[in-house]
Every structure is written in structure tokens, then in C-alpha cells.
């Protein structure tokens, strides 16, 4: 009897961290993927399958010449589009993630869509020959 109250005892702490995994936010398992508009492939992260939003891709540099960036890696004019598409669902743009475009040296210009509301925290660091960004007034916060 003893033997199989210790084995349920051991088997709780077990099914206690399965639900709380199981609670976890979704963002937790967001996604990412890559679609190519007006010439340009930028890699988008899911925020929410539900409401069909995304944002670029977060990113950042390391080094001193930023040989490993992540994010996206632009140049020269980019326009971004309202919505993109993973190849089955479509999904609509709503933030420009925290350092999506640091140390992109080349990119000149972007143009920013009505669908953005948020611009991440150095979204354009290190963009050296940036001179123009087009944002919408549906913008209502910036990093």
C-alpha cells in the first residue's frame, strides 16, 4: 500500500509542471517565415494565429562591425506591406520588432503601412545611410 502512495506522490510533481506548460503563453511557440514583397524577403514572427498578426522579425547585432545580425538583413528603399502571407493563411502587420533592422548599413528608406501600430526599440539602429522613414499616423508607439 505504501509502495503505491509513494509512486502517485512522485507521479504529481510530474503533472504538475505538464500543466503549467500546458499554460505557457502561445507566444512561447510563435513562428517565424519569410515573404518576399517589392523585392525584398524580410522573416515575420507570428503574434497571435488567432487574430492573424504579425510583426519582423526581432533581431540584433554582435560585433563591432555587426557581422552577425539577426532579424532582417535589407538594403536600399523597402516598402512594407500591410499584409503578408505564410502560403496558407494571410496575416496582417501590426509592429516592427525591437531591433528588426539594426545594423542594416545599406537600407536608404522605408515606407511603413497604415496596419503598423508599434515600432520596437532600436527597430532602425546602426542603419547608417537610413534618410527617410514613411509613418503612418497609426503609429502610437515607438522604442
Known sequence: MSKKL?????ALPTLMWLMLIALLPAQLSARDFDYTYE?????????DEDAKTVQTKEGSCVGYNHE??????????L?????VSDGVDTYTVTDIGRS????????ISIVIP????TI????????????????????????
Request: charged fraction near 15%; charge should be positive.
Open 120 to 143: 520596437g526599440q532600436c527597430a532602425f539602429e546602426r542603419c547608417l545611410r537610413l534618410r527617410s522613414v514613411a509613418t503612418p499616423n497609426s503609429v502610437t508607439y515607438i522604442g
Open 79 to 83: 516598402i512594407l506591406p500591410e499584409t
Open 100 to 107: 528588426s533592422f539594426e545594423g542594416c548599413r545599406d537600407l
Open 114 to 117: 497604415n496596419s503598423v501600430i
Open 6 to 10: 509513494h509512486n502517485r506522490a512522485a
Open 68 to 77: 552577425n545580425c539577426s532579424g532582417n538583413n535589407v538594403s536600399g528603399n
Open 39 to 47: 523585392g525584398q524577403t524580410l522573416t515575420y514572427t507570428v503574434l
